[in-house]
Protein backbone atom coordinates (compact mmCIF):
# COMPACT_ATOMS: atom_id res chain seq x y z
CA UNK A 1 0.00 0.00 0.00
CA UNK A 2 1.17 3.55 -0.88
CA UNK A 3 1.70 5.85 2.51
CA UNK A 4 0.39 8.81 3.87
CA UNK A 5 1.45 11.32 1.13
CA UNK A 6 1.81 15.09 1.88
CA UNK A 7 2.03 18.24 -0.31
CA UNK A 8 3.65 20.05 -1.07
CA UNK A 9 6.59 19.28 0.78
CA UNK A 10 7.84 22.90 1.22
CA UNK A 11 6.35 26.38 1.25
CA UNK A 12 7.21 29.78 2.02
CA UNK A 13 4.64 32.43 2.75
CA UNK A 14 4.82 36.28 3.63
CA UNK A 15 2.73 37.08 7.21
CA UNK A 16 -1.01 37.85 6.37
CA UNK A 17 -1.00 35.20 3.65
CA UNK A 18 -3.00 31.87 3.56
CA UNK A 19 -2.09 28.53 2.79
CA UNK A 20 -3.59 25.22 2.06
CA UNK A 21 -1.83 21.97 2.63
CA UNK A 22 -2.89 18.86 1.50
CA UNK A 23 -3.10 15.50 2.95
CA UNK A 24 -4.04 11.66 0.95
CA UNK A 25 -4.41 8.41 3.75
CA UNK A 26 -3.15 5.28 3.14
CA UNK A 27 -6.08 3.96 1.45
CA UNK A 28 -8.94 2.14 3.54
CA UNK A 29 -7.78 4.37 6.23
CA UNK A 30 -10.75 6.63 7.00
CA UNK A 31 -9.24 8.75 9.61
CA UNK A 32 -6.77 11.57 9.45
CA UNK A 33 -5.05 13.67 12.25
CA UNK A 34 -2.55 17.24 11.75
CA UNK A 35 -0.34 17.54 13.85
CA UNK A 36 2.17 20.75 13.93
CA UNK A 37 6.33 19.79 15.26
CA UNK A 38 7.78 23.04 16.63
CA UNK A 39 11.46 22.31 18.25
CA UNK A 40 10.00 24.18 21.13
CA UNK A 41 7.04 22.56 21.45
CA UNK A 42 7.12 19.51 20.05
CA UNK A 43 4.44 17.63 18.18
CA UNK A 44 1.36 19.49 18.75
CA UNK A 45 -2.22 18.06 17.89
CA UNK A 46 -4.76 20.59 15.41
CA UNK A 47 -7.29 17.99 14.65
CA UNK A 48 -8.49 14.94 13.83
CA UNK A 49 -11.08 13.99 11.40
CA UNK A 50 -13.26 10.77 10.69
CA UNK A 51 -15.69 10.01 7.57
CA UNK A 52 -15.88 13.87 6.81
CA UNK A 53 -16.31 14.71 10.13
CA UNK A 54 -13.88 16.89 12.96
CA UNK A 55 -13.82 14.33 16.10
CA UNK A 56 -11.02 16.39 18.16
CA UNK A 57 -9.93 19.62 17.95
CA UNK A 58 -6.59 20.92 19.58
CA UNK A 59 -6.03 24.67 21.45
CA UNK A 60 -5.08 26.25 18.49
CA UNK A 61 -6.39 29.76 17.19
CA UNK A 62 -9.59 29.30 14.32
CA UNK A 63 -7.38 30.46 11.83
CA UNK A 64 -6.25 27.06 11.69
CA UNK A 65 -9.01 25.05 10.15
CA UNK A 66 -9.49 21.97 8.15
CA UNK A 67 -11.79 19.40 6.13
CA UNK A 68 -12.01 16.06 4.92
CA UNK A 69 -13.46 15.01 1.59
CA UNK A 70 -15.41 11.76 1.38
CA UNK A 71 -12.19 10.07 -0.66
CA UNK A 72 -10.55 10.82 3.04
CA UNK A 73 -8.57 12.65 1.93
CA UNK A 74 -7.56 16.03 3.88
CA UNK A 75 -6.80 19.26 3.67
CA UNK A 76 -6.16 22.21 6.42
CA UNK A 77 -5.81 25.68 5.85
CA UNK A 78 -4.22 28.45 7.84
CA UNK A 79 -5.33 32.12 7.56
CA UNK A 80 -3.42 35.15 8.30
CA UNK A 81 -0.25 33.55 8.57
CA UNK A 82 2.20 34.74 11.84
CA UNK A 83 5.94 34.01 11.97
CA UNK A 84 5.07 31.68 14.83
CA UNK A 85 3.32 29.48 12.18
CA UNK A 86 6.70 28.39 10.80
CA UNK A 87 6.71 24.46 11.48
CA UNK A 88 6.62 21.15 10.46
CA UNK A 89 2.70 19.90 9.40
CA UNK A 90 2.46 16.32 9.44
CA UNK A 91 -0.72 14.78 8.45
CA UNK A 92 -1.43 11.28 10.16
CA UNK A 93 -3.77 8.58 8.89
CA UNK A 94 -4.82 5.32 10.79
CA UNK A 95 -8.02 3.15 10.84
CA UNK A 96 -9.87 5.32 12.99
CA UNK A 97 -10.78 2.63 15.88
CA UNK A 98 -10.01 3.92 19.54
CA UNK A 99 -5.92 3.36 20.36
CA UNK A 100 -5.54 2.87 16.44
CA UNK A 101 -1.59 3.62 15.30
CA UNK A 102 -0.98 6.35 13.52
CA UNK A 103 1.12 6.28 10.01
CA UNK A 104 2.74 9.56 9.46
CA UNK A 105 3.50 11.67 6.14
CA UNK A 106 6.57 13.12 5.20
CA UNK A 107 4.60 16.25 6.84
CA UNK A 108 5.17 19.83 4.76
CA UNK A 109 7.76 22.18 5.87
CA UNK A 110 6.08 26.21 6.31
CA UNK A 111 8.18 29.41 6.38
CA UNK A 112 6.80 32.19 7.57
CA UNK A 113 8.77 35.33 6.07
CA UNK B 1 -6.50 16.96 28.02
CA UNK B 2 -4.01 13.73 28.70
CA UNK B 3 -0.69 14.84 29.33
CA UNK B 4 2.19 12.73 29.12
CA UNK B 5 6.10 13.79 30.41
CA UNK B 6 9.00 12.71 28.90
CA UNK B 7 12.59 12.37 29.96
CA UNK B 8 15.43 12.98 30.05
CA UNK B 9 14.99 15.62 26.66
CA UNK B 10 18.61 14.47 25.41
CA UNK B 11 20.63 11.35 25.97
CA UNK B 12 24.04 10.99 24.67
CA UNK B 13 25.55 7.63 24.70
CA UNK B 14 28.34 5.95 23.41
CA UNK B 15 27.85 3.21 20.74
CA UNK B 16 27.14 0.02 22.47
CA UNK B 17 25.84 1.57 25.74
CA UNK B 18 22.24 0.95 27.34
CA UNK B 19 19.25 3.67 26.87
CA UNK B 20 16.35 4.05 28.52
CA UNK B 21 13.68 6.90 28.42
CA UNK B 22 10.74 7.36 30.50
CA UNK B 23 7.08 8.19 30.12
CA UNK B 24 4.41 9.22 33.00
CA UNK B 25 1.19 10.35 33.52
CA UNK B 26 -0.89 11.76 36.33
CA UNK B 27 -3.86 9.78 35.40
CA UNK B 28 -4.57 5.90 34.25
CA UNK B 29 -3.99 5.36 30.55
CA UNK B 30 -5.89 2.69 28.49
CA UNK B 31 -2.66 1.98 26.16
CA UNK B 32 0.71 3.81 25.16
CA UNK B 33 2.18 3.89 22.20
CA UNK B 34 5.75 4.57 20.95
CA UNK B 35 7.40 5.81 17.91
CA UNK B 36 10.67 7.21 16.45
CA UNK B 37 11.54 9.70 14.37
CA UNK B 38 14.52 9.77 12.83
CA UNK B 39 16.45 13.03 11.64
CA UNK B 40 14.83 14.74 8.90
CA UNK B 41 12.31 12.33 9.10
CA UNK B 42 8.55 11.94 10.44
CA UNK B 43 7.68 9.85 13.53
CA UNK B 44 7.17 6.24 12.85
CA UNK B 45 5.23 4.12 14.99
CA UNK B 46 7.32 1.24 17.25
CA UNK B 47 4.70 -0.36 19.76
CA UNK B 48 1.58 -0.35 21.37
CA UNK B 49 1.05 -1.55 25.06
CA UNK B 50 -2.06 -2.02 26.41
CA UNK B 51 -2.35 -4.56 29.35
CA UNK B 52 -0.84 -3.90 33.08
CA UNK B 53 2.61 -4.33 33.49
CA UNK B 54 3.35 -5.65 29.54
CA UNK B 55 6.65 -6.07 28.10
CA UNK B 56 6.92 -6.66 24.59
CA UNK B 57 10.11 -6.64 22.62
CA UNK B 58 11.69 -6.10 19.48
CA UNK B 59 15.38 -7.09 18.86
CA UNK B 60 17.36 -4.40 21.03
CA UNK B 61 13.94 -2.47 22.34
CA UNK B 62 12.32 -3.39 25.44
CA UNK B 63 9.23 -1.67 26.25
CA UNK B 64 7.08 -1.77 29.42
CA UNK B 65 3.90 -0.53 30.51
CA UNK B 66 3.74 -0.01 34.33
CA UNK B 67 1.53 -1.57 36.47
CA UNK B 68 -0.61 0.83 37.58
CA UNK B 69 -0.85 1.88 33.34
CA UNK B 70 0.69 5.86 35.24
CA UNK B 71 3.70 5.05 33.20
CA UNK B 72 6.28 3.41 30.41
CA UNK B 73 9.35 2.83 29.36
CA UNK B 74 11.65 1.91 26.42
CA UNK B 75 15.28 0.78 26.88
CA UNK B 76 17.58 -0.19 24.24
CA UNK B 77 19.95 -2.68 25.06
CA UNK B 78 24.09 -1.99 23.25
CA UNK B 79 23.08 0.57 21.19
CA UNK B 80 24.26 1.43 17.88
CA UNK B 81 24.46 4.25 15.31
CA UNK B 82 21.05 3.37 13.35
CA UNK B 83 19.33 4.28 17.04
CA UNK B 84 19.82 7.81 16.56
CA UNK B 85 16.45 9.84 16.61
CA UNK B 86 13.84 10.91 19.17
CA UNK B 87 11.71 9.07 20.50
CA UNK B 88 8.14 9.64 22.12
CA UNK B 89 5.15 8.16 23.59
CA UNK B 90 2.27 8.93 22.79
CA UNK B 91 -1.18 8.50 24.86
CA UNK B 92 -5.09 8.53 23.72
CA UNK B 93 -6.65 12.06 25.43
CA UNK B 94 -9.24 9.68 27.62
CA UNK B 95 -12.42 7.21 27.30
CA UNK B 96 -13.73 8.16 23.81
CA UNK B 97 -11.16 10.74 22.67
CA UNK B 98 -9.14 10.41 19.03
CA UNK B 99 -6.62 12.85 20.06
CA UNK B 100 -3.32 11.37 20.51
CA UNK B 101 -1.02 13.23 22.66
CA UNK B 102 3.00 12.91 22.82
CA UNK B 103 5.60 13.50 24.94
CA UNK B 104 8.47 15.67 24.27
CA UNK B 105 10.47 13.52 22.76
CA UNK B 106 13.91 11.52 24.12
CA UNK B 107 16.51 13.18 21.47
CA UNK B 108 19.17 10.02 21.44
CA UNK B 109 22.65 10.72 19.93
CA UNK B 110 25.37 7.47 19.45
CA UNK B 111 28.85 8.57 19.47
CA UNK B 112 30.62 6.08 17.50
Known amino acids: KAGVTQTPRYLIKTRGQQVTLSCSPI?????VSWYQQTPGQGLQFLFE???????NKGNFPGRFSGRQFSNSRSEMNVSTLELGDSALYLC????????????FGNGTRLTVT | GQQVMQIPQYQHVQEGEDFTTYCNSS?????IQWYKQRPGGHPVFLIQ?????EVKKQKRLTFQFGEAKKNSSLHITATQTTDVGTYFCAAYSGAGSYQLTFGKGTKLSVIP
Open chain 1, 27 to 31: SGHRS
Open chain 2, 49 to 53: LVKSG
Open chain 1, 49 to 55: YFSETQR
Open chain 1, 92 to 103: ASSEGQGGSPLH
Open chain 2, 27 to 31: TTLSN
